[in-house]
């Protein structure tokens, strides 16, 4: 019998070690991409349902910017709050959802769903967009401005902007960060020539 309570002693504490007090993981974001007018678009039949949608969007520079549209209307209506999956309290770490209540996985702090897209406290940061005929569209250049607030950057191919040769932004020399945006450069001569005059070279997309 002692045997037998020493065996589940060790497998409880097994269990507690290997799952219990790991903390909460979110789930695997759907990649999105911009359209030809550099928007992302979601249908809002796809997250109508009450559960969070968690997206992510990798920017020109590399940044993954993720973010959830979830229903924060009760009653059969629909209000799709739509945010960063960030706060500007504790960062990126995410949020999870259990039940009625969205949870910031940093510090625990349970959000109620009909206040999913209002600033404030530890609630999720509120990302620009507009609804329009059953879709919400989210402009590429808010998505942008939204990598501040996460620190992901993913290996990919980029353009110094002054010479236009290709190189991979995580092993560009030089960099120089303009209007929310960083960009990469093959030298310094081409870095200070773009730091001199930044709008020769970016022209009006960002508008």
Partial sequence: AALVALGVIFAVLLYYDLYASRPPKISPPVNLTADAGRLVIVKIDEVKDGNLHRYSYVTDDGHVVRF???NSAWGGQNRIGVVYDACMLCGDTGYIQEKNEIICIACNVRIFIPSI???GGCNPI???H???GGEVVIRAVDLDQGA???SEVRAIKVKDPV???ELINLKAPHRYEYNGRTYFFESAESAEKFEASPETY???WQS
């Fill in 68 to 70: 959830f549209l979830i």
């Fill in 117 to 119: 897209g209002k600033a």
């Fill in 126 to 128: 509120p990302l620009q």
């Fill in 130 to 132: 507009s609804v329009e």
């Fill in 148 to 150: 501040r607030y996460f």
């Fill in 163 to 165: 010479t236009g040769k």
């Fill in 202 to 204: 970016v022209g009006g």
